[in-house]
């Protein structure tokens, strides 16, 4: 358990940390690819570390440098190989839900098996993917009926052709069809039933497959399209910064009423997540914006009003402890998806928000605070859930709200491992 230790303000220069999304896509395809990959400021936590030494039993050869700033991979040519032994994917969604889809094209041991965390086995679903795998020669199963992993694929048995998606579920599942559709025997397409939640990260996997080599074609979200014979080639790539995860220095200035500039941020990026500065200017913080990096002022908040979230999942929990310190509504909506994650968050979020003395409340797909400019708001201990973005979301409360400690809190490691030593260097206290 972890006390966060109030501070006065927020002040200071700091850089984003690596792109985990990019990171992660950029481990896999490099895998895959034929030759040497290069990744250089890559994100090294828990789900790359997973997603490195899972690609290595698919046959990747990964080194990475001693001071964990540099990936080199030579990848399989497009041919991996299925491995024997099960391969456990911790708590990371991304990597087994890409490998479900790599699994179809490896050959040698006839079935592979991914598994992960209790939590993957009982509430991370992934049936929606299964059953889009199928239409496409992919025999993959849940080996205890509910949809979860373990997942039992037949290897070798990527055909190729047309398969269908619910939008709702997981842009993932379509990342994952996408990734390994070039190597199909056949062309993949992909058609989308309603509407595609997260679209941005459909941007960011589709943008690093053109990156490697492999064209893949957007028909407004509508259907995907990937011509099969296509192949991934090695190249040396630098990883971008996180807005995801530099949120929470902006979320910490906003609460405070601090100034942050945060650097190695793309202007031009196709990271979703670029939405959450938009919306604290939009509460009434003062935002610069220049090519490398973003400068954040804390200013008087006041609610949002109602707020569609569907592209930007993982920057609604900290965007609701903003809520909290600002004056009006903010309504954040069509987040259902969020129930899946690593914890259920809308519960999660609702329920620490209010242990916070904060007025919130969660339906179907929103999730709902009254804010009162942080009024009444009160210590508590605020169990993670072993969720990262929890424990982050909250220890950002911390930091105004005195007596806030946090269970769990090394569930940081999953996606950025030194965030409280970060966080340090720009309060003031």
Known sequence: MKEIIPAKTISGTINAPSSKAHTLRAIILASLAKGKTTIKNGLIAEDQEYAMSAMEQFGAKISVNKEKTQIEIIGVNGKPIAPHEN????????TIRFLVSIA?????????????VERMRTGRPIQDLLDALAPLGVKATSINGNGCPPIKIKSNSFEGGKTTLAGDKSSQYFSSILIAAPYAKKDVKIETIGQLSSQPYIDVTIEFMKEFGVTATNNNYKTFTIKSGQEYIGKEIEIEGDYSNAAY??????????????????????????????????????????????????????????VNMNHCPDIVMPLAVVAAFAKGETKITNIEHLRIKESDRLSVTVNALKQLGADAQAGKDYLLVKGNSGMGLNGAIIDSQNDHRIAMSFTIAGLRVPGVKIENERAVDKSFPNFYEEIEKIVKR
């Open 104 to 116: 179809g094209l490896a050959s040698g041991a006839e079935y592979v098996t991914l598994d992960g």
């Open 249 to 306: 220095f902006f979320a910490a200035a906003a609460i405070l009423g601090g100034k942050v500039t945060v650097k190695d941020l793309n202007k031009k990026s196709t990271q979703g997540d670029k939405f959450f500065i938009l919306a604290l200017e939009k509460m009434g913080c003062k935002v610069k914006w220049e090519k490398n990096y973003v400068t954040l002022e804390g200013a008087p908040l006041k609610g949002l009003g109602s």
């Open 87 to 94: 391969v456990f994917v911790g708590n990371s969604g991304l």
